[in-house]
């Protein structure tokens, strides 16, 4: 097969590629369900420092976890600190979700902190706490109420 000939085949078939109709594609992947997440946060100031306690929520499935970051530029050299921490959830009028509770060593960089993974009623209210105390001073903690809506 001659370059000419070759070139005319390649062009008939991509001819034949693009005039394919759409629904065919669209067929094919429609079938893929792709859950929608919702992220939420409240935010906080404690121990000196921005907290969030955040909550994911896909269907019925709620992934939980807290944020820490700095308030705002420091007003010099920032040292390393351990932060006690405290994750809880818990079904707004019903049972707990569980807690989490831990250290974490902090400079100046954000901190993303692992909670856990519920599955709650659709329809149900999720309360997430999240409580930080470090060297600065204690303030009030983020309490997050985030609908289940499924």
Not at 36 to 47: F, G
Not at 118 to 144: D, E, H, I, Y
């Amino acid at each position: 097969m001659n370059r000419i000939t070759r070139l005319a085949v390649a062009a008939a078939g991509a001819a034949a590629l693009l005039t394919a109709p759409v629904p065919a594609f669209a067929a094919a992947t429609g079938a893929d369900t792709v859950a929608t997440t919702t992220t939420t946060c409240k935010y906080s100031l404690q121990a000196g420092l921005a907290t969030y306690a955040c909550a994911d929520v896909t269907g019925d499935s709620v992934v939980i976890y807290g944020k820490i970051g700095l308030a705002g530029p420091p007003d010099g050299p920032v040292g390393w600190q351990t932060l006690y921490t405290n994750l809880s959830a818990e079904v707004v009028g019903g049972a707990s979700l569980g807690s989490v509770s831990g250290t974490v060593p902090f400079h100046s960089t954000g901190v993303r902190v692992e909670g856990f993974t519920a599955t709650v009623a659709c329809g149900s209210t999720v309360r997430v706490t999240f409580s930080v105390q470090g060297s600065g001073p204690f303030g009030t903690r983020p309490v997050l109420d985030v609908p289940v809506t499924c």
